[in-house]
């Protein structure tokens, strides 16, 4: 019986942690930054935002992110060349997945 339940346990924490990387638990509010974008990355599906304190953020980019300048949708394929312009990002950091953009902006 005990074996049953220590079994019943393991797969419970499997399941778990399974489910918390697949839907990663936000750990606080959406906030916003504004910098410099440094790079791109687009086989990571990264961006690198440096503050005007000199610090330099990542954030994820997924579908749903939305991409803007001068009011026109961007595609992420279009930031490359934004290299070195100012941008206001709008995101959320996840507990295990790092920082989500919500928005990016160019400025």
Not at 72 to 81: E, H, N, W
Not at 84 to 102: D, I, R, S, Y
Request: overall charge positive; cysteine-free; aromatic content about 6%.
């Amino acid at each position: 019986m005990k074996k049953v339940a220590l079994i019943i346990g393991l797969a419970i924490l499997a399941v778990t942690a399974w489910a918390e990387v697949k839907n990663p638990v936000v750990t606080a509010k959406q906030e916003t930054i504004s910098g410099t974008l440094t790079i791109v990355s687009k086989d990571e599906g990264l961006i690198f935002v440096k503050s005007s304190e000199g610090i330099t953020y990542d954030f994820k980019i997924s579908g749903t992110t939305k991409i803007v300048a001068g009011g026109r949708k961007l595609m992420f394929d279009q930031l490359a060349p934004e290299v070195g312009k100012q941008v206001e990002v709008t995101f959320v950091p996840l507990k295990t997945a790092g920082n989500k953009a919500l928005t990016v902006e160019l400025k």
